[in-house]
């Protein structure tokens, strides 16, 4: 089943673009709340929060 609340998270993104804040939002088409079917995803997401810590 898709995400039917991205909407609320596009708002967010766009919302904090406006106010200046530095965000990155990783918008992925037909995705739905079961990340661990998406074995990629997170490991996308470890690699992108190693060089956010270098």
Sequence with gaps: ???TL???SD???KKAKQAG???TYWR???MDHSIRKR???IER???WLKQQLQ
Excluded: T
């Design 1 to 3: 089943m898709r995400d």
């Design 6 to 8: 991205i909407q609320s």
């Design 11 to 13: 708002d967010f993104y």
């Design 21 to 23: 804040v530095n965000i």
């Design 28 to 30: 992925i088409e037909d």
């Design 39 to 41: 074995p990629e995803l």
């Design 45 to 47: 997401s470890f690699e």
